[in-house]
């Protein structure tokens, strides 16, 4: 078992012929089962040609007709990415994975009123995040494959260096993943922190998770009280930024105090009321989930 995707997920990329959708077309194609995961590229002014092999089709809903494909990872330029989005999700892809940071806010509004106005029930990830991988099966986006290693804990995280981070820790311990995942840093976005643990909570091969948030929105807070309810396993939680000045964008779009509740204080606070053991170290976070274990 796992989250989101397996060694059986058959994949499709948006912008394949890209510089970055090119490079890590390969690398994810060179980790595990990746050669027959990735069936197929889109780029609509390059239908018939292929990418080492995977053949390129005009659009999203022909290429899943051709190959079966349930899942997309988009690599399109910020002014294109949000209709490159819309284009996954309406062809009803399970999952679309996007990559691409920079996407203006508004677009990513406008795409959201219309996924909620349609019904759809594609799951997105991101945008701006490294994607997922399910270690030794499959990896889908940025994330570095050779740190990963197999086992019982999940990881979800707002920042992509800081799941490369925690899935070293683990992988160094001893300890290894099931799945992890990147939700991205954008202020509107797909997959929340409470999405995902909702998905651990119920992977039969996950036995605890690591958390990973950042000041900026209700996210964590919003997670960590589904969690005091509901979550049968435990959580260890970080928070990037406990020195960000407030009112100051640092890093990722959405990491901005706005109000009290948003700093990385305020949600620690929370996360301990709700039973979750936090860490203001990030050295500490694989540490932490050994000792909860």
Not at 32 to 41: I, M, P, S, T
Not at 210 to 224: F, R
Request: hydrophobic share 40%; net charge neutral.
């Amino acid at each position: 078992m796992s989250i989101l995707i397996n060694k059986d997920t058959k994949v499709i990329t948006q912008g394949i012929t890209g510089k970055t959708g090119r490079f890590h077309t390969h690398m994810c194609r060179e980790y595990a089962n990746g050669k027959e995961a990735f069936v197929a590229g889109v780029h609509p002014k390059k239908a018939g040609e292929n990418f080492e092999g995977v053949p390129i089709f005009g659009t999203v809903k022909e290429a899943k007709a051709k190959t079966g494909a349930t899942v997309s990872v988009i690599y399109v330029p910020p002014p294109s990415a949000a209709a490159a989005i819309w284009e996954a999700v309406d062809a009803d892809l399970d999952l679309v994975i996007c990559i691409t940071e920079g996407i203006p806010v508004r677009d990513m509004l406008e795409l959201r009123n219309r996924m909620r106005d349609a019904n759809k029930k594609t799951l997105l990830l991101g945008p701006n995040c490294p994607g997922v991988i399910t270690p030794d099966e499959l990896k889908i986006g940025i994330m570095p494959g050779h740190i990963s290693r197999k086992g019982r804990v999940g990881v979800v995280s707002r920042s992509g260096t800081l799941t490369y981070e925690a899935v070293a820790q683990l992988t160094e311990l001893g300890l290894g993943q099931s799945s992890a995942v990147g939700t991205g840093g954008d202020p509107i976005n797909g997959l929340k922190h409470i999405d995902v643990l909702k998905l651990f909570n119920d992977d039969p091969d996950t036995d605890a998770v690591v958390m990973i948030g950042e000041i900026g929105g209700p996210d964590e807070v919003n997670a960590a009280r589904w969690a005091k309810d509901n979550m049968k396993k435990p959580i260890i939680g970080f928070i990037a930024g406990v020195t960000a000045p407030a009112g100051k964008r640092m890093g990722h779009a959405g990491a901005l105090i706005s109000g009290g509740a948003d700093t990385a204080d305020a949600k620690l606070a929370v996360m301990e009321e709700c039973g979750i053991r936090t860490t203001r170290d990030p050295s500490e976070m694989g540490k932490l989930l050994k000792s909860v274990l």
